[in-house]
C-alpha cells in the first residue's frame, strides 16, 4: 500500500495550524505522516510542535509559501512516500477527504485536487470551478481540467520526479500558479478536482481594486514581478509572455488609477521596480529589503524613479532581439 504524507506550511499562525492538524487526525483513511514546514514562526508554533508527538516538522527561516513548499515537498520525496497531501495552515479538510481522493486515482498519473469550500457556508467553492460556484450545482465526481493548488492538492511522486519542486526564489504569490502551469502545461499532466473530497478554506478577501498601503505594499511587489514568470511557463513562449505581462502592467496600472484613493503616482512608480526584475530575473528581494527601499524611494524625485525602471525594463525586453555585433560594439 502506497504511502501518504500530509505537509502543511505554516507561519505565525498557530491557532489555525492547530485546526488544520486536528482535521488531519480524524481523516476516515489515516495519514502514515504529517510533516509541518515552520516558516520561522514566533508566534509559538514551534514550542506547540515539540509537544506533538505524532507530527514531524522542519524550522527555516522564513523563506515564504514557495520555500515551504519546495522543502517539505522535496523532503517528502527523498523519505519515500508515494502521495504528498499539500496545504496551507489556514484551510482543514473534510473527516473523509483523504479517502475519496484517493477512491478517485484510477492509477494514471494526474493531478489530483480537492473541492475548495468556503469555511463559513460549507457549499460555496472559494474559486469558481469550472462552471460551478457551489456544490449543490456539481452532477459529477471527477471536475476535469482544473485544481486549486495548495489547498489540498495530492501530488504523486511520479509528478515530481518530472516536473520537480516549487520554485523557492519566488516567496509568494503566483508560486503555487507557476507549479501548477508546470506540471499541467508544461508536462501535459491532466488535473481534476474530486467534488466530494472537501478541504475548507476562508473565502479570499484580497482584492487589487482594494486601497492598498503604499509604505507597507511589500507582497505587492511579489505579485507584480512574479506573474511574469507565471506568464513564461503558461504560454512556453517568452515573446508571448512579455506581451500578456505588458498588458497585465498596464491593466494593473489602469486599475490603480480607477480604484486606488492614495498615492496613486507612486503605486504606479513601485509597479516599475518588481517589473524590472522579473525581466532580468532578479530574485534578491526580500520583505526587509522591499520595505527598506520603499522608505529610501521616498526621498528620490517620482519622475527619476519612474525613468530609472523604464531604462531597466526596456533594456531587459530589447536585448535578448538586440544583434550580437551592436552589443559588442556597446561594451567596446
Known amino acids: ?63 515564504g509559501s514557495s520555500g515551504g513548499f519546495s522543502t517539505g515537498i522535496n523532503w517528502a520525496y527523498q523519505k519515500g512516500y508515494s502521495w504528498i497531501w499539500c496545504m496551507d495552515d489556514d484551510g482543514y479538510p473534510k473527516e473523509d477527504a483523504l ?62 520526479e518530472r516536473v520537480g519542486v516549487p520554485k523557492p526564489k519566488f516567496f509568494l504569490w503566483g508560486d503555487e500558479t507557476e507549479y501548477y502551469y508546470r506540471i499541467v502545461k508544461r508536462n501535459d499532466i491532466p488535473v481534476c478536482t474530486v467534488s466530494d473530497s472537501i478541504h475548507y478554506h476562508p473565502s479570499t478577501a484580497f482584492s487589487v481594486k482594494q486601497d492598498w498601503d503604499y509604505t507597507s505594499a511589500w507582497k505587492m511587489y511579489f505579485y507584480v514581478r512574479n506573474r511574469f514568470h507565471v506568464h513564461r511557463v503558461k504560454f512556453n513562449n517568452k515573446a508571448i509572455a512579455t506581451l500578456h505581462y505588458c498588458c497585465f502592467l498596464i491593466a494593473f496600472a489602469g486599475v490603480v488609477l480607477l480604484y486606488q484613493k492614495t498615492d496613486k503616482l507612486k503605486k504606479i512608480s513601485f509597479m516599475m521596480w518588481p517589473a524590472a526584475d522579473a525581466f532580468t530575473n532578479n530574485f534578491e528581494a526580500t520583505p526587509p529589503l522591499i520595505l527598506e527601499k520603499l522608505k529610501a524611494r521616498s526621498r528620490f524625485s517620482l519622475n527619476t524613479t519612474i525613468n530609472g525602471y523604464l531604462k531597466n525594463i526596456w533594456s531587459a525586453v530589447l536585448t535578448p532581439f538586440t544583434p550580437q555585433r551592436n552589443r559588442r560594439a556597446a561594451n567596446a
Open 1 to 63: 500500500m502506497e504511502k501518504v504524507i500530509a505537509l502543511v506550511v505554516t507561519y505565525n499562525r498557530q491557532v489555525l495550524l492547530s485546526e488544520c492538524i486536528e482535521a488531519l487526525r480524524k481523516q476516515s483513511r489515516p495519514l502514515d505522516a504529517i510533516l509541518v514546514v515552520n516558516n520561522g514562526s514566533t508566534d509559538g508554533t514551534e514550542e506547540w510542535l515539540h509537544n506533538q508527538k505524532d507530527i514531524q516538522f522542519i524550522t527555516q527561516k522564513n523563506v
Open 99 to 160: 479517502e475519496n481522493l484517493l477512491d478517485a486515482d484510477d492509477g494514471n498519473l494526474r493531478l489530483l485536487n480537492c473541492a475548495v469550500i468556503d469555511k463559513e457556508n460549507k457549499r460555496s467553492f472559494v474559486w469558481k470551478t469550472q462552471q460551478y460556484k457551489t456544490l449543490d450545482e456539481v452532477d459529477r465526481k471527477i471536475i476535469e481540467g482544473i485544481g486549486h493548488p495548495f489547498n489540498g492538492t495530492m501530488l504523486h511522486r511520479r509528478i515530481i
